[in-house]
Nanobody, 114 residues
Framework: QVQLVEPGGGLVQPGGSLKLSCAAS????????MGWYRQAPGRQRELIAQ???????DYADSVKGRFTISRDNARNTVYLYMNSLKPDDTAVYYC????????WGQGTQVTVSS
């Protein structure tokens, strides 16, 4: 299973930082490409960051240099560290497998506003 750890999102000012956490089983973390997604109002859900079972990471251009995806196998957790947040980062954020996504759930709302 993949489960967002609440609370993770919330309201943050532009330029601020936020950390999201996603709990997953050890088998999922060790055998799957994990990703963070987001969906802004009126837009399609997009993959913004991913991390492989061997730690290889990739980022969408929109977040590259500002967001960092990582995983901690000991804690069975995938993290998304968001820095230098902008209003355009406002969206519902999701954690899921990339190649074989499971249930999406509700995600967590991140709102970047003054």
């Amino acid at each position: 299973q993949v489960q967002l750890v609440e609370p993770g999102g919330g309201l943050v000012q532009p330029g601020g930082s936020l950390k999201l956490s996603c709990a997953a089983s050890g088998s999922i973390l060790s055998n799957n490409l994990m990703g963070w997604y987001r969906q802004a109002p009126g837009r399609q859900r997009e993959l913004i960051a991913q991390i492989s079972n061997i730690g290889r990471t990739d980022y969408a251009d929109s977040v590259k240099g500002r967001f960092t995806i990582s995983r901690d196998n000991a804690r069975n957790t995938v993290y998304l560290y968001m820095n230098s947040l902008k209003p355009d980062d406002t969206a519902v954020y999701y954690c899921n497998r990339v190649r074989l996504p499971g249930r999406w759930g509700q995600g967590t709302q991140v709102t970047v506003s003054s």
